[in-house]
Nanobody, 123 residues
Framework: EVRLVESGADSVQYGGSQRLSCVVF????????IAWFRQAPGKEREGVAC????????TYTDSVKGRFTISRDNSKNMVELQMNSLKPEDTAMYYC????????????????WGQGTQVTVSS
């Protein structure tokens, strides 16, 4: 069993920065791939960034490339998402997700989900 706990979300102005953290509790071998997804009101949940905790290889969706950075600290079982140059369209509930299949942003590949944390970017 794996439990994911997110923290760090807040309200921020356009162009600002924010860092989200996700701590992995339990059998981390079941959550080798850790991703951040987000869901805005009325929209589908989309993958934002993903990291292979073993190799450090990362994947990003096009809309955040160059602005967001995902990283991991295996000694703390923690994955962080550094978000810079935030835009109002980044406003969403952000979820940390873990799985053992891939970083392909396929929802069903991720078996463990955090409770979500709200990021709000004002213009």
């Amino acid at each position: 069993e794996v439990r994911l706990v997110e923290s760090g979300a807040d309200s921020v102005q356009y162009g600002g920065s924010q860092r989200l953290s996700c701590v992995v509790f339990g059998n981390s071998n079941l959550a080798n791939y850790i991703a951040w997804f987000r869901q805005a009101p009325g929209k589908e949940r989309e993958g934002v960034a993903c990291i292979n905790s073993a190799t450090g290889v990362t994947t990003y969706t096009d809309s955040v490339k160059g602005r967001f950075t995902i990283s991991r600290d295996n000694s703390k079982n923690m994955v962080e998402l550094q978000m810079n140059s935030l835009k109002p369209e980044d406003t969403a509930m952000y979820y940390c997700a873990g799985g053992w299949i891939s970083c392909g942003f396929i929802l069903t590949d991720f078996h463990f989900w955090g409770q979500g944390t709200q990021v709000t970017v004002s213009s």
